[in-house]
């Protein structure tokens, strides 16, 4: 399976983006997906998670309230709604999957698929 990450770009403060990631390959219907951020200078760091079921959402206190992770089923695509942005925000994008869970996880190394990545770059 494969992961195509896309949707990134420069936007305003207080500005929106939606980040979308393509599977391909096979479905990932029943596994655990995420998206990861890493800033310059920074580790990769957990952003949001969504279950195999697409009922259960975990987010990172810093974008909680402002980003919103959902699937499309049909499309086999992950998506990520950033809302409220803040410089902060400011890196590259990576989605992952657990190729064999399908229980959330916000640690990167219990991810084993990953997306090329996508720069988001938010201006003061």
């Known amino acids: 399976v494969q992961l195509q990450a896309s949707g990134g770009g420069l936007v305003q403060a207080e500005g929106s983006l939606r980040l979308s990631c393509a599977a391909s390959?096979?479905?990932?219907?029943?596994?655990?997906m995420g998206w990861f951020r890493q800033g310059p200078g920074n580790e990769r760091e957990f952003v949001a998670g969504?279950?195999?079921?697409?009922?259960?959402?975990v987010y990172a206190e810093s974008v909680k309230g402002r980003f919103t992770i959902s699937r499309d089923y049909a499309k086999n695509t992950l998506y990520l709604q950033m809302n409220s942005m803040k410089p902060e925000d400011t890196a590259v994008y990576y989605c992952?999957?657990?190729?064999?869970?399908?229980?959330?996880?916000?640690?990167?190394?219990?991810?084993?698929?990953w997306g090329q990545g996508t720069l988001v770059t938010v201006s003061s």
């Open positions: 969504l279950d195999g079921t697409g009922r259960y959402s």
């Open positions: 992952a999957a657990r190729s064999t869970s399908d229980t959330i996880a916000s640690v990167v190394s219990m991810y084993d698929v």
């Open positions: 390959g096979r479905t990932l219907a029943t596994n655990a």
